[in-house]
């Protein structure tokens, strides 16, 4: 027994911190408790996990059981979380841009201790790992997690696994859907842009990894591994991901230039483009898009049929489609035996989920898609914005008896798209409102969507990171975090200049997912995706290991 329990204080941190790498992922977003009424941020089971696993480090640390790291990246969120902590006292007594009222002080101090759960996987992560053994086992556990990941993939999109989203409001509460064949892929994540986030960066650890392998087993593994990851990035249709993945892919091909030469690099990187197209052209909705101008017809919808057969599921649709289940409190399902509760959806509801704004756009739902009639054509409709959406939504208006006066968009929207024009119309304006009001520190966590100080808005949501980061922490913010990222592609292109003779790895994929994130940014709060803000802390906890374990000149 003490032999069991000394090992146990030895490796505890190790094995927690391994099985939060598998299970922050893989476990889908089903709540346990809402912490602030109506709010979509609500606590789910891996809160509690990492909460846990934070008491066991600081209780390692008291007995210096571990080592708390001091590099500069330590000293760069520190900093980071200092000025935060002042744009919260800040947005509370002198911008007041966060009324004295509970729900609004509540949900300012839940995102900046959302923050502190994130940081705190790289302090555990750094202190978890006292081997290169552990180092290994963290990188294996998270491939394995990654296979898990593109698995339940397949699943969902042919095999109806359930997805939970929390896209919405309602759908955050834990509701069980399933995706129609145009739907864009979730797995086990709450939204696509979640899952085409990690994916990106899985894909810059797999990629490399395949190209690197001396062993045909393993480069076979890791290529078809590549294929399947790439395969669930593109059903996401998040075209930033794609963009953010293919620079991560230039720039880890031009850093194995210098261990494989030119040619070497230039053809693995000239054959994943090409392969990465074919697949996105197949898989996508875009493909619809480029047959465009192919003039012959029967082309075209010879090579349209085809797509839609591939992405056809291969089992039945589950029994009772026209309802859905949404999931009880998680707490009181395991200690109150509380059943799902099924929600009949009323014609209404049904023909709700059919407004969206194109084919991909369309949210996960049981109810199996039919044709919808044909619609005169209407003026004045953004790209990304279905006539039939529009008659839905006018048919819609005539049953409630509201007066609808056609399409109105702005010409953002119609210039270039819903989509886009939301960003440019109200979004980023926003933004840069926030930061003009306090330069140095913005409005607060949690300010920058509602229309006035009193709104108690559900969801936050901004479209840029930089934007945000501006907007809800000002320059000094900002600049702190920025400062961190720069540190992690610093020390990984430190490490990877340290190793003469063959490429590191982690010191690889960390720069290539770097700068996949970066990209993403600029379009998606990645940062603040709760999965992949804690894997990607996770990954940089490794980093800054790795760092400190080699004789380097430090700088």
């Not at 320059?475 to 590191?504: C, E, M, P, Q, W």
Request: with cysteine.
């Amino acid at each position: 027994m003490k032999k069991f329990l000394a090992y146990l204080d030895n490796n505890l941190l190790t094995i927690l911190t391994a099985f939060l790498i598998a299970f922050i992922p893989l476990y889908p977003k089903i709540p346990m408790a809402e912490l602030i009424q109506g709010y979509i941020v609500r606590m789910r089971l891996e809160d509690l996990l990492v909460m846990a696993t934070s008491l066991v480090y600081l209780l390692q640390l008291l007995r210096r059981r571990v080592h708390f790291p001091k590099n500069l990246l330590t000293v760069s969120i520190l900093t980071y979380l200092g000025f935060a902590l002042l744009s919260v006292l800040s947005s509370l007594f002198i911008t007041e841009s966060t009324p004295m009222e509970k729900a609004h002080v509540l949900k300012l101090i839940l995102h900046y201790f959302r923050r502190i759960e994130y940081f705190a996987l790289f302090f555990i992560t750094y202190s978890a790992i006292r081997t290169k053994k552990d180092l290994s086992l963290f990188l294996k556990v998270a491939l394995i997690t990654t296979i898990g990941i593109v698995l339940y993939g397949i699943g969902q999109k042919y095999f109806y696994f359930p997805a939970f989203s929390t896209m919405n409001r309602e759908f955050s509460k834990g509701v069980r859907l399933y995706l129609q064949p145009n739907t864009r892929l979730f797995s086990t994540f709450g939204g696509h842009y979640d899952l085409a986030g990690y994916l990106t960066i899985a894909l810059s650890f797999v990629l490399p990894a395949a190209y690197l392998a001396k062993k045909k087993l393993f480069k076979l593994g890791f290529y078809a591994l590549s294929v399947v990851a790439y395969w669930c990035l593109v059903l996401t249709t998040s075209r930033t991901s794609f963009i953010g993945y293919l620079v991560g892919t230039t720039v880890i091909c031009y850093l194995l230039i210098a261990y494989r030469g030119w040619w070497w690099s230039i053809r693995h990187y000239v054959l994943t483009v090409l392969m990465s197209l074919i697949i996105m052209f197949s898989f996508s909705t875009l493909l619809e898009r480029f047959t465009q101008v192919i003039p012959d017809q029967k082309t075209r919808d010879t090579i349209l049929t085809l797509q839609k057969i591939i992405n056809q599921p291969f089992v039945p649709e589950p029994e009772g489609k026209d309802t859905v289940a949404e999931l009880p409190s998680l707490l009181a399902f395991l200690f109150k035996n509380e059943p799902l509760k099924t929600i009949e959806l009323t014609d209404t509801e049904k023909s709700q989920l059919d407004i969206v704004a194109s084919d991909s756009d369309m949210p996960p739902s049981p109810i199996k898609p039919t044709p919808k009639p044909t619609t005169t054509p209407r003026p004045n409709l953004p790209t990304d914005v279905s006539e039939e959406s529009e008659s839905i939504r006018e048919q819609s208006a005539k049953d409630e008896g509201r007066e609808y006066n056609g399409p109105q968009y702005s010409a953002n929207a119609l210039k270039y798209g819903l989509s886009m024009g939301i960003r440019l119309d109200v979004l980023w304006p926003n933004a840069i409102r926030g930061f003009m009001t306090n330069p140095l520190l913005g409005t607060g966590y949690a300010t920058l969507v509602k229309s006035n100080v009193g709104e108690f808005t559900y969801a936050e949501s901004t479209d840029n990171d930089y934007l945000r980061m501006l907007g809800e922490t000002g320059l000094l913010g900002t600049l702190a975090f920025l400062t961190t990222i720069y540190l992690v592609i610093r020390y990984s292109y430190l490490i990877l200049k340290s190793s003469n003779t063959k490429a590191d790895l982690l010191a690889l994929g960390a720069i290539g997912a770097t700068v996949a994130l970066l990209v993403t940014a600029t379009y998606i709060d990645i940062f603040e995706s709760s999965k992949v803000a804690y894997t990607y802390w996770i990954l940089v906890g490794m980093v800054a290991y790795r760092y400190d374990s080699l004789p380097l000149k430090k700088g």
